[in-house]
């Protein structure tokens, strides 16, 4: 068994990256139902991030979508994120939403929309200079909706294009994290769609590209952890995309539809030691909060993250590994849920008592009185930019 104290230690140190949209109205293309109190700037969104920071102790950084999140002074963005006691994370890059991406962005036919769809993308770097910020998310909603309307190959070509002459741009501590996604907004081709093309695009360009994993990608079915443990043999895992669903990229609380899922995920993180920030991985959140109330789903999250990475971390590694050498199926499958099945919220209440935290942060900010502040001093929030 792993000492209690290194668990509590690994508990404490654990980073969680929330995202500046979902602290903002969203929905879906039926409807966006407006919530009293939600930010109206990027200002706002981070002051926001920082509450969940202060109840949670492990949120210190947030992430931003650009050009949901465009400030004429990024320094002045990140001082004001310092003064709140956090800092700025991952820059998304957005190249979904204008006019010219109708055929795509860095796979489009046209050279010129290829050529505005690079240039956002430099801009985004441009803006991690300012910003201090590591890491570049690339995510395109690049693909095809009916057999014939491009070429398949010539898009990955034009996207290995666009990727060189971005990753060339980054400085020598920023990296690239390239997400894929199985289908939507795309319904035929995806240009990204799987973890294995992501992962080809990466090897090609060098070590500063890696994977992100948005648990919500994939085909109904596929074994998330198996990818996980692929990519880190592989030196390739850069960040997940946390969220859970039910069907498609649905976007609900990372651990509501499938904790075990999560479990499983964070075992194999914390089998290569790969929990700690040091190992490099960025741990975000990408969710929507259409129907609850933000904060406190945002809070609730990070707890369902952390409860699931406590199991992991008290699972028997050595009987474990005794169970696998002997070839004891029953006994290997009995430790790893005998960790799954014990109740780890006194353990992680402990942990946050031990930090000078409120062991309940969902309570705590039920009493803090900042909605009701918010909801008083904020008129007229602003959407996400999704599902608008
Ligand atoms: C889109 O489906 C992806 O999950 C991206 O990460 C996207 O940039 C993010 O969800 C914000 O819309
Ligand atoms: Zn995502
Ligand atoms: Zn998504």
């Given at each position: 068994m792993p000492s209690t104290s290194e668990v509590r230690a690994a508990l404490a140190g654990q980073r969680i990256e929330t995202p500046s949209w979902a602290y903002a109205n969203s929905g879906t293309r039926f409807k966006v139902f407006p919530q009293p109190g939600v930010p109206r700037d990027p200002w706002e969104k981070i002051a926001d991030a920082a509450v969940v920071h202060r109840l949670t102790g492990v949120a210190p950084t947030v992430a931003l979508h650009i050009p949901w999140d465009e400030v004429e002074?990024?320094?002045?963005?990140?001082?004001?994120?310092?003064?709140?006691?956090?800092?700025?994370?991952?820059i998304n890059s957005n190249v979904f939403q204008d006019e010219d991406f109708k055929l795509g962005s860095v796979t489009n036919p046209d050279a010129r929309i290829r050529?505005?769809?690079?240039?956002?993308?430099?801009?985004?770097?441009?803006?991690?200079?300012?910003?201090?910020?590591?890491?570049?998310?690339?995510?395109?909603?690049?693909?095809?909706?009916?057999?014939?309307?491009?070429?398949?190959?010539?898009?990955?070509?034009?996207?290995?294009?666009?990727?060189?002459?971005?990753?060339?741009?980054?400085?020598?501590?920023?990296?690239?994290?390239?997400?894929?996604?199985?289908?939507?907004?795309?319904?035929?081709?995806?240009?990204?769609?799987?973890w294995g093309t992501s992962y080809a695009h990466c090897v090609e360009l060098g070590e500063k590209a890696t994977v992100c994993i948005d648990?919500?990608?994939?085909?109904?079915?596929?074994?998330?952890?198996?990818?996980?443990?692929?990519?880190?043999?592989?030196?390739?895992?850069?960040?997940?995309?946390?969220?859970?669903?039910?069907?498609?990229?649905?976007?609900?609380?990372?651990?509501?539809?499938?904790?075990?899922?999560?479990?499983?995920?964070?075992?194999?993180?914390?089998?290569?030691?790969?929990?700690?920030?040091?190992?490099?991985?960025?741990?975000?959140?990408?969710?929507?909060?259409?129907?609850?109330?933000?904060?406190?789903?945002?809070?609730?999250?990070?707890?369902?993250?952390?409860?699931?990475?406590?199991?992991?971390?008290?699972?028997?590694?050595?009987?474990?590994?005794?169970?696998?050498?002997?070839?004891?199926v029953l006994a290997a499958n009995a430790v790893l849920m005998d960790a799954y099945s014990t109740d780890v919220r006194p353990l992680l209440r402990e942990v946050r008592a031990d930090a000078g935290l409120d062991p309940d942060p969902v309570a705590a900010y039920r009493a803090s009185g900042y909605q009701e502040r918010i909801e008083a001093d904020r008129v007229g929030g602003t959407q996400a930019g999704w599902g608008a």
């Open positions: 002074d990024f320094g002045k963005l990140a001082s004001h994120a310092e003064e709140h006691g956090v800092s700025l994370g991952a050529r505005k769809a690079v240039d956002h993308l430099l801009k985004c770097v441009d803006i991690m200079d300012a910003t201090g910020s590591r890491d570049l998310k690339l995510w395109f909603s690049d693909g095809t909706n009916y057999p014939g309307q491009d070429s398949i190959r010539a898009r990955q070509d034009r996207l290995a294009e666009a990727l060189r002459e971005v990753y060339d741009r980054l400085g020598p501590d920023q990296r690239m994290l390239l997400e894929y996604k199985l289908f939507e907004p795309a319904f035929y081709t995806t240009d990204v769609p799987d648990t919500g990608h994939h085909a109904p079915g596929t074994n998330i952890e198996f990818i996980v443990a692929f990519l880190l043999r592989a030196n390739k895992l850069g960040a997940f995309d946390f969220n859970s669903r039910f069907y498609a990229d649905d976007d609900l609380m990372v651990g509501a539809a499938d904790p075990f899922q999560l479990f499983r995920i964070m075992h194999e993180i914390v089998s290569a030691d790969a929990l700690r920030p040091e190992a490099g991985i960025a741990f975000m959140l990408d969710q929507c909060h259409n129907i609850e109330a933000k904060i406190p789903a945002i809070i609730r999250s990070v707890l369902n993250v952390q409860e699931a990475t406590a199991k992991a971390l008290i699972i028997d590694a050595e009987a474990l590994a005794e169970a696998q050498r002997s070839g004891d």
